[in-house]
């Protein structure tokens, strides 16, 4: 009896007749009630044997009867079962779950399974855990996962494995491996792709679809620009973290300003907000916490920056409580951008403990979503 | 399907419509041909048979009678379809009035009684 594995892709080559020559012929080969199929494949028939590949995708394990019909001008002139059913074995080493980490509370860390349709959001960090199962009652012989996310504009990125999990038990039956974050910058399916490869041979493909949309409520920024590279630590701003400000160097000691503006880009949304948080100030020569006067904000729509903001940070926030947001309303547009500019700095001693001008994090607020 | 005159002293062609000329092996279908027969009140026979020539009826409608009006007739001439496939049966018609063979035509399409057989299945 001819054994396979589930998802394996064979083809059946099937030697067949068809007299006269010259008829519009077609084959399909399928297994038990049409729970794989080959499809109908299309010959003319010679009056002499021809083989007909006929591809089958392995179905879930069982034993399958192999059907196989033949037509002739439409007409079925044959129908016939394989002496031999096909056994889909259960395979010793195989993919199971996927999961996304996600962080439930403060230093934990819990992976969800994802099926295909999962929602991801733009603007997340996505780290993917893949399991495999091992029934074969041994320990793993050597063993990867390749895993790969296709984005909806077509690019593929391999993920590198940052870590796994091997039951140190060969009776206990399972391994996973975390793979690196891939940023989620656009809204469409991202296709993920993973293969089994135990002892060089590929045992095992999964693929699985997740969708990704904007979230309702806020959202943290998908790109930025800093066109002076006047900032640092942008990339943190994705995460909803504190960028700094900073201006460096013994010339800039006694610098009053800074005007250089950064820019942020968002998924086009509908909204009326944005908000800013100030997590911490410089000090002032008395030691006293300061605040940045005529701080401009302004938010891209329309194929233009508009100014919603300009003034004294006090007024959208109290930097006095670290990590308070302040918000900025504005007239309702399609917005995909917010830039900010200190456009006036106090006083700070660049040889001090305060290094760094500014910390703040920004997101936009989706009306949609 | 049309058919075309072989013999006799009719109408130098006749076209017949014959919507579907594969037959699977041994069913009975029905040929209707449209036969005109003059004068009217002759004792008219037709046979359509299935064969590798005139001479040898493979499969045959046997003798249909009618009388003849004249103008156009539906003649339903029933033929069990051989039983031997993978072969292309050429059609012949002939059409008798008082006992002579007054018409002979051949279709120009043959009917075809398609076979088909599958060796040994082998997995790649």
Redesign the interface.
Known sequence: MPQFSPSEVKIAVAPITVKPAGLACSAELYLGAKVATSGVKSFNSTGIKQDISLPITMPAPGTYPVYLDVTAQGMLIGAYKAIEDVVIAIPAYSLEQTAIETYPEEGAILPITLVSGSLIYVGEQVKLWQYLQNISGTALPPWSIAMSVTHPDGTKHELGEVRRFISGDPEQTWAYIVFSPFSVTQTGVYTVEATLIVEEQVIDELSLSLVASVASGWNNPISYNDPDNAWSNEEAAMLGQPVTGYIGGASSKYSYYLSHPIEFGFPTIISDRLRISSMECPMDQTGCRVSPADVLIDVYYDNAWHNVHSGNLYIIGDDELEGRWGEVVFPQHLVSGIRITWDKLPYYDPEGPYQWAFLFAVQLFNIGG | MEFEKTEGKGLERIAVDMLDP?M?PGVSRTAVAPITVSPSGLSCQAELFLGPNDTTKVATSGKKSFASTGASQSVSLPVTMPTT????YKVFLDVFANGYRILAYQATEDV?I???????????
Request: aromatic share 6%; hydrophobic share 50%; glycine share 16%.
């Open positions: 594969v699977a496939g993978g072969v292309a075809i398609p076979s088909g057989s599958v060796d040994e299945i082998i997995w790649e």
